[in-house]
């Protein structure tokens, strides 16, 4: 009897010996085991929690797209709104952020390879940067419209020119046809009419987004129309800006009778009192380089004669 008991004993404690070293193996294993890795969804990097991620939501797809690609159209950037307004500064930050993301974008397309694609994000952004007000659309247009040049594409130019063009007319309107004098009106009512002030820093830009663009026509259009204003305001330092402007916009296209007009008018304008003139960007000395321009004009004309 005492020797089953004894082998009872026994027994009873090699099964808590290996109940208690099975115990330990399931604790440790616990502690060792890696937890579950969370599975990470499609663009986000890992540890990113999609409340964290602000991806930028496509444009839409039109089943017939207007054939100008910076004309407006609906954007999923654009809060829906009920009453046509402007955006207030919170959602012009958001926008701009948006839009900021999409030059990257379109930079790193350009550099893979993509140039299409690249502009096509592009594109999107300038429909968008309206949003922000003129200056920074025609600074946009100014950057894209530069890689479309060294990228010889001629249509992205010609859209960018036309909203270049558009953006120019609201800012300064073309001058309205002056009626017909009647017989009978009095000489005071014929007096011109004093310029009315208008955004020259804004419209200087436009100038030298039509040179990026190499709208050269446009250019020199733009900066005539400045130049007359000036002219009409008596501002003899904003004389002299437009007009070398001008003169490098002839110097560029090798235009050298042009170029030296441009640089003989600014020669008189200089001898005006109180004129400080400035250094050109073509010469050390640009007395001499228009000196030496103008001889040169002057020698053409000698010979057409």
Do not use: C
């Amino acid at each position: 009897m005492v020797l089953a008991k004894s082998k009872f004993n026994r027994f009873g404690a090699v099964l808590l010996a290996l109940l208690w070293l099975s115990i330990g193996s399931v604790a440790s294993h616990a502690q060792t085991s890696p937890a579950p890795e969370t599975p990470v969804e499609p663009g986000l990097e890992p540890g990113l929690e999609p409340a964290q991620a602000n991806p930028i939501p496509p444009a839409p797809i039109l089943e017939e797209p207007p054939l100008n690609p910076l004309e407006p159209r609906p954007d999923p950037l654009i809060p829906e709104m009920a009453v046509d307004r402007p955006l207030n500064p919170q959602e012009q930050a958001v926008l701009r952020e948006a839009l900021n993301e999409l030059r990257q974008q379109g930079l790193a397309r350009l550099e893979a390879g993509d140039l299409p694609g690249a502009l096509e994000l592009w594109n999107r952004e300038l429909r968008l940067r309206r949003y922000l007000g003129p200056k920074q659309e025609v600074e946009s247009l100014a950057r894209v419209g530069e890689v479309a040049w060294q990228q010889s594409q001629a249509t992205e130019l010609r859209y960018i020119t036309l909203r270049l063009e558009e953006i120019e007319r609201e800012i300064l309107p073309p001058p309205e046809a002056e009626p017909e004098a009647e017989p009978e009106a009095e000489p005071e009512t014929s007096a011109a009419q004093p310029a009315q002030p208008v955004d020259y820093e804004l419209l200087a830009e436009i100038a030298e987004a039509y040179q990026q663009v190499r709208a050269r026509n446009q250019a020199v259009a733009l900066y005539s129309k400045l130049l007359d204003r000036a002219r009409q305001q008596q501002n003899s330092a904003r004389q002299q800006e437009i007009l070398v402007a001008l003169a490098d916009q002839h110097v560029s296209w090798f235009d050298y009778p042009a170029a030296a007009a441009t640089y003989e008018e600014l020669l008189i304008l200089s001898r005006q009192p109180g004129i400080k003139l400035v250094k050109l960007s073509h010469s050390p000395s640009w007395l001499t380089f228009i000196r030496r321009i103008a001889s040169q004009n002057r020698r053409l004309r000698l010979s057409n004669s």
